[in-house]
């Protein structure tokens, strides 16, 4: 039998996986949407435009229903929704159940990072109401990288960080993606990490990763070091 490799880097995804905020995502883009006399349903939202960053959702969306975006246009949108999504947002925890203990338990054995399309204000200001912010060391925000998920960039590019900031070059495979999606397990594989699964937004059976969970309690250190361990028969 051959001796697993060790696991020295937790990459998360935000949305979906730390936040419960793809709810609030799709009202911010419903509202916004409407204003310009675009419908869009709760159910299109999650089959087609999730795995999108703002500005990614909004191109798709129109081009789907024939309208073309000035690129002024496009930047307005993106800001209206990011204020919409904050008055959602306010006066309330969007995080999902047990995600600031896993943060931190985590946090305590191996550097973490997020690799997220939201945009940066916006995880900011989540993780430092929650108290999180201290516990990683980069965040890979919308835009950060010239395409989003599922292109592999945004998790090469968290590597990248990480290696950096804690002088340690690490290897991709050294490192675990924590996703809720298709799109952002396809990029986490293509870039290379190993990866688990949360169903928090889809079903169990049609996330592909190495591991796929229910909920986020089972993510203790033992079990997400031990994921996509190749062993021989």
């Not at 969306?61 to 929704?81: H, I, M, N, P, T």
Request: aromatic residues 8%; glycine residues 6%.
């Amino acid at each position: 039998m051959s001796a697993p490799s060790s696991t020295r880097a937790v990459v998360f995804d935000f949305d979906g996986v730390i936040a419960n905020s793809e709810p609030l995502h799709f009202r911010g883009f419903r509202d916004v949407l409407a204003g310009e006399g675009i419908e869009l349903s709760e159910a299109d939202y999650y089959a087609r435009y999730l795995g999108y960053d703002d500005a990614g959702a909004f191109l798709a969306v129109a081009a789907d229903r024939g309208v073309s975006l000035r690129s002024a246009q496009l930047v307005e949108l993106v800001r209206r929704k990011a204020i919409r999504l904050e008055e959602l947002e306010r006066d309330h925890s969007v995080l999902f159940p047990g995600a600031a203990d896993v943060i931190r338990q985590l946090a305590a054995r191996c550097p973490l990072a997020i690799a997220s399309g939201a945009i940066r204000p916006e995880i900011e200001r989540v993780l430092q109401r929650e108290g999180l912010s201290v516990h990683f060391q980069t965040i890979v925000a919308a835009g950060d990288t010239p395409v989003s998920k599922p292109a592999p960039d945004p998790y090469a590019r968290a590597v990248e960080l990480l290696s950096a900031a804690t002088g340690v070059a690490l290897a991709p495979g050294e490192c675990v993606a924590i996703e809720d999606s298709r799109w952002g397990l396809e990029s986490a594989r293509a870039a290379g990490l190993r990866t688990i699964a949360v169903a928090h937004t889809y079903p169990a059976d049609v996330l592909e990763a190495d591991a796929v969970v229910t909920e986020l309690a089972v993510l203790t250190w033992e079990f997400v070091s031990s994921v996509g361990y190749r062993r021989d028969e």
